[in-house]
Nanobody, 121 residues
Framework: QVQLVESGGGLVQAGGSLGLSCAAS????????MGWYRQAPGKQRELVAG???????NSADSVKGRFTISRDNAKNMVYLQMNSLKPEDTAVYYC???????????????WGQGTQVTVSS
């Protein structure tokens, strides 16, 4: 019923920039939190940055000053602009959203399929 579809990502040299986009579609009443997580090989999935429906943001210390999260509530989209990329930013990046589909249901957690970001040194 609800899908999160990411786009962007790819291979970039250290110091470069990439942008990620995520579109939520389906039966959506409201979207609370939207965010980006990442998971590197052998590591746990971690929150990169999140944004509330009101626009409040938070981000991991490791990306502060380099990554910027934003969202378009009218389009049900969230974006992640990544600048000054480092090899340690290499990971699969997942879009995440907490979405309510009807007045009769509670908000549930949804995930995108993930997109690979590789930063070469």
């Amino acid at each position: 019923q609800v899908q999160l579809v990411e786009s962007g990502g790819g291979l970039v040299q250290a110091g470069g920039s990439l942008g990620l986009s995520c579109a939520a579609s389906g039966r959506i009443l409201s979207i609370n939190f939207m965010g980006w997580y990442r998971q590197a090989p052998g590591k746990q999935r971690e929150l990169v940055a999140g944004i509330s429906s009101g626009g409040s943001t938070n981000s991991a210390d490791s990306v502060k000053g380099r990554f910027t999260i934003s969202r378009d509530n009218a389009k049900n989209m969230v974006y992640l602009q990544m600048n000054s990329l480092k090899p340690e930013d290499t990971a699969v990046y997942y879009c995440n959203a907490i979405i309510r589909t009807s007045w009769a249901s509670t908000a549930l957690n949804y995930w995108g399929q993930g997109t690979q970001v590789t930063v070469s040194s």
